[in-house]
């Protein structure tokens, strides 16, 4: 079974920086589409960001420009980079993963069969 542990919330004010993680074990990143959700009390959860095999990255809209996604294929490690920090990205964020069959990764949470248990962003204004 896969698992996946996130790391890297926290609290932080606007303009802020955080970089989460997601460790993976018993599964190869690289061979995987791989992604980061988020969801906000009351809300569904929501596509963040995907990166695919051959590394290739898709952002939803709200965060392009501010959230860098990217992997570490040697420590099998996920990471995404979050900039310039909004009160509105203030969220649970969960690592998702699915083995890769080729082209983009979905932004579709039903797709991915993987989950972490997520780890919590809050931004202050």
């Known amino acids: 079974q896969v698992q996946l542990v996130e790391s890297g919330g926290g609290s932080v004010q606007a303009g802020g920086s955080l970089r989460l993680s997601c460790a993976v074990s018993?599964?190869?990143?690289?061979?995987?589409?791989m992604g980061w959700f988020r969801q906000a009390p009351g809300k569904e959860r929501e596509g963040v960001a995907t990166?695919?095999?051959?590394?290739?990255?898709n952002y939803a809209n709200s965060v392009k420009d501010r959230f860098t996604i990217s992997r570490d294929n040697a420590k099998n490690t996920l990471f995404l980079q979050m900039n310039s920090l909004k009160p509105e990205d203030t969220a649970m964020y969960y690592c998702?993963?699915?083995?890769?069959?080729?082209?983009?990764?979905?932004?579709?949470?039903?797709?991915?069969?993987?989950w972490g248990q997520g780890t919590q962003v809050t931004v202050s204004s």
């Open positions: 998702a993963a699915d083995p890769w069959y080729g082209g983009s990764c979905s932004p579709a949470r039903y797709v991915y069969n993987y």
């Open positions: 990166i695919n095999s051959d590394g290739i990255t």
């Open positions: 018993r599964a190869t990143v690289s061979n995987y589409c």
